[in-house]
């Protein structure tokens, strides 16, 4: 079982959280008890759609990848790279984890009206996903653009599966977050390798000279575009015309005092990929208390925040 869990990549299913944003941040918390769970049942759904793609996605990228993984002074020990599950049986987990998907969307689509875009943004994921294992994560620049694409398809996913408006906010917030913590994953990588990155055809092309202003610059681009969001972006008129991002009472913007949440969260990030391996793997993030913490304070507050606009 932890071969299996490790092959499907559970602790990468952190990152579908972003499938709920949609929902939290256009205030559908303050839906009656019906239509709540209804909406709530769809998103949660939405989750697991999700969450049996990108597994499906990963099983197959090793599986692609299972020669190059055996060089990897990490990925190595991964459960295919190291033979302790075999190709065969990750062919069937990764039509296991298909038709779990299919089901997931088809209630999705039969559960929610107009959310039937859902599928389309769920099969965009699932090709963005494999062009990324097959070709773009070859070329520079494109893999970690095509990474923070990656993160904006699930946020996009998320609202058609309610569905809300989708804001332009929401998108850029989220590319701009997925591709700090994009750069800061091959910056690590390149720590990682060191002279042996050169089995990454993408991750020879990068140095700490050129990742560290990218890392920067990213980082400047998360803190301010959420910054502009909490003040600049409109506020819908009642939870039927409800907008993915639109802060509560325009004319006193209360979401600003969120900023300084993602502002800590942005240096907390920084403080431990500069210092400590995690940059690598995002999800061990999660093992670290003071930026969890800091996590759920956040979402608290936004939470609060909807239930009283």
Avoid at 27 to 48: D, K, Q, Y
Avoid at 101 to 113: D, E, L, P, S
Wanted: aromatic letters at 12%; hydrophobic letters at 50%.
């Amino acid at each position: 079982m932890r071969d299996f869990s490790k092959a499907i990549r559970t602790r990468q299913w952190a990152k579908n959280v972003l499938l709920f944003a949609g929902f939290i941040f256009a205030g559908r918390l303050r839906l009656a008890g019906p239509n709540l769970a209804t909406e709530l049942t769809s998103v949660i759904l939405a989750f697991m759609c999700f969450c049996a793609l990108s597994s499906a996605a990963y099983l197959l990228n090793d599986w692609c990848d299972i020669e190059r993984d055996r060089l990897h002074p990490v990925k190595k020990n991964r459960p295919l790279a190291a033979g302790r599950i075999s190709k065969q049986s990750a062919a069937t987990i990764i039509g296991v984890c298909a038709v779990t998907a299919v089901i997931c969307g088809f209630y999705i689509v039969k559960n929610q009206q107009k959310a039937e875009n859902f599928v389309y943004a769920a099969i965009a994921y699932f090709l963005l996903t494999n062009a990324y294992s097959f070709a773009l994560k070859n070329i520079v620049i494109v893999d970690v653009l095509t990474l923070a694409a990656g993160f904006v398809v699930r946020v996009v996913a998320g609202c058609l599966a309610v569905p809300v408006t989708i804001s332009p906010w929401i998108i850029f917030c989220t590319f701009c977050v997925a591709l700090f913590i994009a750069l800061c994953k091959r910056r690590a990588e390149l720590m990682e390798l060191g002279a042996n990155s050169g089995t990454r055809a993408a991750l020879s092309a990068y140095s700490l000279e050129i990742l560290n202003p990218f890392i920067a610059i990213a980082a400047g681009l998360t803190i301010t575009a959420y910054s502009l969001y909490t003040f600049s972006a409109f506020n819908a008129s009642g939870p039927q015309s409800s907008t993915a991002l639109s802060p509560v009472f325009h004319d006193k913007p209360l979401m600003m005092t969120t900023i300084p949440f993602v502002v800590y969260g942005v240096f907390r990030y920084l403080l431990l990929a500069y210092s400590t391996p995690v940059g690598g793997e995002p999800e061990n993030m999660l093992r670290d208390r003071p930026f969890m913490v800091n996590v759920i304070l956040w979402a608290v507050l936004v939470s609060a925040l909807t239930l009283l606009s």
